[in-house]
């Protein structure tokens, strides 16, 4: 979805590559605009020779959930390996423990949201001592990038609900693991209740952490 909104923003001579461990999901070729190309690739694994050193921009999101042993450099440097010398990473992730709960009015009562908050925070008994994310900067830093730096940003008011309902969709399969199945009534409870409370105006946020890095 990123690279294809990209593609409506920039000239039809910018060529636009995406790349994923499985393009099960992405369009077929002939729906592509004519500068999009879609590839197969494991970011676990050395790029493919003809991609090497090709790009001047690489853009990442969304894989923090399979970075291997707590540890990003691996990926960091086959990323580093696309770029041209000069070219940039910017590498996209939520950022779960500062997760909040945003409302309409601060005396809106939302206890079925509060619940699932709750299923979601992982006690700090089992939180990790430092997670790769708070170190990646320095991990871009030792790994062929330069001047790196984190931005963090929370979500626009008027697309709250937007963010909200797709994690909702996240959080329906794993409650439904948890608490034995989607079927029971607790469960259609708690989600119902949750919907509910979402559309009197409450909504569960994940603010955004966006590292920016040039290849040296």
């Known amino acids: 979805i990123w690279l294809l909104r990209v593609s409506e923003r920039v000239p039809p001579t910018v060529l636009l590559s995406g790349f994923d461990v499985s393009l099960a999901q992405a369009p077929s070729e002939r729906w592509l ?13 050395p790029p493919p020779a003809e991609h090497v050193g090709t790009f001047d921009i690489v853009h990442i999101r969304h894989v923090q959930l399979v970075i291997k042993d707590n540890d990003a450099a691996p990926v960091v440097k086959n990323l580093r ?41 992982v006690p700090k008994k089992d939180q990790i001592t430092k997670d790769w994310k708070d170190t990646l900067v320095m991990t ?65 946020v994940f603010p955004m952490c966006i590292w920016v890095a040039r290849a040296r």
């Open 81 to 121: 390996a696309l770029l041209k010398p000069g070219g940039y990473l910017q590498w996209d992730e939520v950022n779960p423990p500062a997760k909040y709960l945003e409302k309409v009015n601060k005396t809106l009562p939302t206890p079925a949201l509060e619940n699932l908050f709750m299923k979601f925070t």
């Open 33 to 45: 605009p004519p500068n999009v190309s879609m590839h197969q690739w494991d970011i676990f694994k």
């Open 140 to 204: 871009l830093n030792e790994h062929g990038f330069k001047n790196s730096t984190l931005s963090t940003y929370k979500p626009s008011l008027s697309s709250l609900k937007f963010w909200h309902d797709m994690y909702m969709t996240a959080f329906e399969e794993f409650i439904g693991k948890i608490m034995g199945g989607l079927d029971k009534p607790e469960v259609i409870q708690l989600l119902e209740g949750a919907q509910g409370e979402a559309r009197s105006g409450a909504a569960i």
